[in-house]
């Protein structure tokens, strides 16, 4: 199976380097479910609503695509997508790597 990505970042996983192949977006709104009142203010609540995602290939049966947890999130029929996992943080909390993929 060929791992192949569609983040924006190369994805570093056991020692292999993963570059972008091309780059899946998912737009989405928000939508208000109501509000609550603190301290004299009307809050508004809000939910954020998926919609159409954009720039990624059709399952071919024979790949993983690495995608963001907001596009995975948007296509749950799916079983070809994977997020990077297990993240691998420098001593200043920047992602380097990862030791696993996500199955979401």
Known sequence: MKVRNFTPHTVNILGLSIEPEGLARVSSYSE?????????????????VLGEVT???????????????MVAAALPERD???VPAALIRDDKGRVQGCNALELV
Request: charged letters at 30%; glycine letters at 12%; a neutral charge.
């Open 55 to 69: 720039g990624l290939p059709d399952d071919d049966g024979k790949s993983l695509f690495v995608v963001s947890r």
């Open 80 to 82: 070809d997508l994977a």
């Open 32 to 48: 208000r479910v109501g509000s609550i009142r603190s301290q004299g203010i009307d809050i508004p609540l809000v939910r954020s």
